[in-house]
């Protein structure tokens, strides 16, 4: 029996020609006949031929509808179209290299049916997944985690169940910075948390590069915290109160020892540090105002080249 509520399926991809034929004959199989289904596929500016693949399979199969975009405007972004496009009563975004299993999908609806609102996944650490990955995704946990009030399980990956409430929500948030796990976890609703092993990717590899992963971590960082600000002040006093003990001990041998006159190397250092110290909340403060900058812009978080969707919901 077909479940008669829609499911839509968003999958964002970036260069991903090799494997993106693959991934629609997998997703299919485990979804078709089971569910009324949608398929919505973001290409994020790819450079490769994704799209042509891509509307080759939106006309053999009208399940399929695709969005392009004007240029790449990052997996955050690409996921959010999906989900400003999809109709579905539920939406599942995944990724397009097969990491993501497809084969956990009926799991994610069973779970959904049985009244979640928001059936997410955990990432098992095994072998498969390089050591860099894991150090560099602890580290961001850990120092995320400790920064924020909303607090993101480790290994939360952006495979997710959303219901239509949960993606209305959603839809109605501005911020240019989307940090999709750590608005999940803001926006509420009865959450179930699936755990699940990382394939190795098809075919291609990690779009994710480094600067790309830095940029996602200060954003995960900066959009959920204003904690970083405060640094200063406990860096500040922190030091103040060390300059203060310095300067005690400078009057003591002063006053009571032949030794005094040699403070060049103090004043040096401490030059160095305070301007250190000034240098790194600069920065902090720098990227704050940075990021309002660029929101009170309020410019889209994408620009639609491409569509096949008529209008939305
Ligand atoms: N992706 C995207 N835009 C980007 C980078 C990645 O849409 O700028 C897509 C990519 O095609 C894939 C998913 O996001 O479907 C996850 O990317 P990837 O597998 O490269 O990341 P990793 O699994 O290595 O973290
Ligand atoms: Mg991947």
Not at 219 to 229: D, V, Y
């Amino acid at each position: 029996m077909i479940l008669s509520k829609k499911i839509s399926v968003v999958v964002p991809c970036f260069n991903e020609s090799d494997g993106i034929r693959e991934f629609y004959k997998v997703i299919t199989s485990v979804i078709e006949n089971k569910y009324n289904y949608e398929i919505i596929v973001v290409d994020d500016g790819s450079k490769d031929h994704t799209l042509k693949i891509i509307r080759e399979l939106a006309q053999e199969d009208n399940h399929i509808k695709y969005i392009s975009f004007s240029r790449n405007f990052g997996h955050q972004n690409a996921v959010k179209a999906g989900l400003d496009h999809a109709s579905g009563d539920a939406v599942i975004s995944l990724d397009a290299d097969l990491q993501h299993p497809p084969q956990l999908i009926p799991q994610l609806i069973d779970k959904w049916q049985e009244g979640y609102e928001v059936v997410y996944t955990i990432r098992e650490e095994h072998e498969s997944i390089s050591l860099m990955k894991k150090m560099t995704s602890r580290f961001f946990y850990k120092i995320s985690n400790s920064l924020s009030e909303t607090k993101v399980e480790p290994g939360a990956a952006d495979f997710r169940l959303l219901d239509r409430k949960v993606v209305d929500a959603i839809k109605q948030m501005p911020e240019n910075y989307l940090f999709l796990r750590g608005i999940i976890a803001w926006v509420g609703f009865k959450q179930y948390a699936i755990k699940y092993k990382a394939n190795e990717r098809f075919a291609g590899e990690s779009k994710y590069t480094f600067n790309k992963m830095v940029k996602f971590a200060s954003t995960g960082i900066t959009s959920f915290s204003t904690k970083p600000l405060k640094i200063s002040i406990y860096l500040g006093t922190a030091f103040a109160l060390l300059a203060f003990a310095f300067a005690i001990y400078a009057l003591i041998i002063y006053a009571f020892t032949d030794n005094a006159i040699q403070g060049w190397a103090s004043i040096v250092i401490g030059i160095m540090f305070f301007s250190g110290i000034n240098l790194l909340m600069l920065g902090i403060i720098g990227e704050y105002l940075g990021k309002m900058f660029i929101e009170n812009k309020r410019r889209p978080n994408y620009i639609v080249g491409e569509t096949n969707i008529d209008g939305s919901r």
